[in-house]
């Protein structure tokens, strides 16, 4: 009887008030939310195919082909994280026994190569040590002796903080036939990037970074290049959810009458539009120069506490997520926990990187002098509390 199959009583910490603290986000993301976005979060929801909701699609593809600088037309958002974005760019563009080689500087490097190796590709990879970056000199060696099929590069190494240049990977890759693939989820907006001008035929990038909406989707563009492999691969494609043709039609981006996919994330779409209205009201350009101007300031900072950036080479230092050595004797996470008793949160390292850095995200909004100054100014008086302790 009903009775009976209700007999267990309901969890007792599901029916106390959800804790939410107030938080500044300075680790290397989720960042905060601006306001114009956060308001979006309550507004009411759509049908996915009301013409209403299909308008604010269509907006927020415009925004993503601005923010990305690429008239391409499979331009869209996955509905999920940054690795939604990872593994529909590789589902795609790769099949069963192609050649994949990956820029590995860092922790993406070999997630893009982990995931390729899952799709039974042949991997390969060049990598630099931690905090530094490969040159095209290396990356041309190695594409004209493999002939991979795609070559991964993640700009913006969130793990060692290096933004790993892009200029003639593009042109390289296509003298050799292979697809030029490009992760920008911790440098878009933050860091120059013109996916046309670069050759680029995939990119995608995530919510939750520069543009401080809540995570959740996933830009991403395809080049007609691009496309026309997906289109005459000998395999179809893996997964339906992240089927870029199917997406791409959900989206509006072919000729075609739009079908059903799956139910877009309504409220996190409306989110993704105010954040490109943000910078489209901003102007990209103006966004990314207002975070390689803050991020000098910050440096200053660093300098004046005795705190030394990971990254040596200053040309290669992500503008929106700094690395920073942890002096010797001190204890990275005693200070993390210092500043987050304190409502904000930086991060240690990644991957390799634990214990000698942490991470400090100036994403979007966070970008700002006032909110640098405090971050590094508690960053400083953590350290310095402990520096003297050892004397
Ligand atoms: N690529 C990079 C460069 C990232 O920094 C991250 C997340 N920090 C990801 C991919 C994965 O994104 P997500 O955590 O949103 O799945």
Not at 109 to 133: I, N
Not at 160 to 177: F, R, W
Not at 243 to 258: H, I, R, T
Request: proline residues 5%; hydrophobic residues 40%; contains cysteine.
């Amino acid at each position: 009887s009903p009775s009976k199959m209700s007999s267990r009583s309901p969890p007792a910490e599901l029916l106390q008030e959800m804790v939410v603290p107030p938080r500044q986000l300075f680790g290397p993301g989720p960042s905060n939310m601006a306001d114009a976005i956060a308001e979006t979060q309550s507004k009411n929801l759509l049908g996915h195919l009301h013409p209403e909701f299909v308008k604010i699609m269509s907006d927020t593809r415009l925004g993503i082909q601005y923010v990305f600088k690429t008239q391409n037309a499979y331009t869209f958002a996955v509905s999920g994280t940054g690795h939604a974005g990872m593994e529909c760019a590789l589902v795609n563009l790769l099949e069963r026994g192609d050649r994949f080689l990956s820029v590995e500087i860092g922790l993406w490097g070999a997630r893009a190569a982990d995931l390729a190796s899952r799709m039974g590709c042949e991997v390969r990879k060049v990598t630099a040590p931690h905090g530094k970056a490969v040159t095209v000199e290396e990356l041309e060696k190695a594409i004209t002796e493999f002939k991979p099929h795609v070559v991964f590069v993640c700009q913006g190494e969130s793990s060692t903080g290096v933004a790993q240049p892009l200029e003639k990977i593009g042109d390289i890759c296509h003298q050799n036939g292979a697809l030029f693939l490009v992760d920008t989820v911790a440098s878009l907006g933050g860091t120059p990037f013109d996916s046309d001008a670069l050759g680029v035929d995939c990119v995608y990038s995530a919510t939750q970074k520069v543009l401080n909406a809540p995570p959740g989707l996933a830009p991403i563009s395809f080049s007609d290049r691009a496309i026309q492999k997906i289109r005459s691969r000998s395999q179809r494609v893996a997964s339906f959810y992240f089927d870029a043709l199917e997406l791409g039609n959900y989206w509006g981006c072919d000729q075609e009458l739009k079908r059903y996919h799956h139910t877009a994330p309504i409220s996190t779409v409306y989110a993704l539009r105010a954040a490109l209205q943000a910078i489209a009201k901003e102007g990209i350009d103006e966004t990314i120069e207002r975070h390689h101007k803050n991020i000098q300031y910050l440096y200053e900072l660093l300098k004046n506490n005795n705190l030394e950036p990971f990254v040596e080479d200053e040309k290669l230092r992500l503008p929106c997520l700094t690395t920073i050595k942890v002096p010797e004797g001190v204890d990275w996470k005693d200070v993390a926990s210092d500043l987050m008793g304190q409502g904000v949160e930086i991060a240690g390292g990644l991957g390799a990187t634990v214990g000698k850095i942490w991470r400090v995200g100036t994403f979007g909004i966070n970008s700002d002098r006032a909110k640098i100054e405090k971050v590094i100014g508690l960053l400083a008086a953590a350290v310095n509390k402990r520096r003297k302790k050892q004397v």
